[in-house]
């Protein structure tokens, strides 16, 4: 709740201290985040390997956070759908089907600046 009488800073801190609770609660409840911290740290692994320059890895990252952030607010608006109507329903269906679209699309364009900045240095080692 927000205090009228908290300082610039203090608004500021306790934002912070919210968006780092979100993230722990998505890192301990959800599989899917699970999953793509995972991903994050094999691909980061690659990057080092095979020594990616400065602007694949801001392109790499830039994936990687879209990813996240499109992961998160899936799960975000499925816990909200399922909140407000916990039993099926054809339009929430409707709703979690879109979310997790986002999820995928998010998905499908990191693993096509996976493979631009990969496959060629992959090819060279054959």
Not at 16 to 26: D, E, T
Not at 44 to 62: H, M, R, V
Not at 85 to 106: E, L, M, N, R, T
Request: aromatic share 12%; glycine share 6%.
């Amino acid at each position: 709740m927000k205090n009228p009488k908290d300082s610039f800073i203090v608004e500021r801190i306790r934002s912070i201290k919210f968006s780092l609770r979100g993230i722990w609660f998505l890192i301990s409840t959800e599989s899917s985040i699970k999953a793509q911290l995972f991903i994050v740290l094999l691909i980061s692994i690659a990057g080092f390997y095979f020594n990616i320059n400065t602007i694949e890895w801001l392109i790499q990252t830039l994936a990687i956070g879209l990813v996240l952030v499109a992961e998160s607010l899936n799960t975000g608006i499925e816990k909200l759908a399922d909140f407000v109507h916990p039993d099926y329903h054809k339009k929430i269906g409707f709703i979690k089907d879109v979310s997790a679209g986002s999820s995928g699309i998010a998905a499908i364009i990191s693993l096509i600046i996976a493979g631009i900045i990969y496959i060629p240095k992959i090819a060279l080692l054959f």
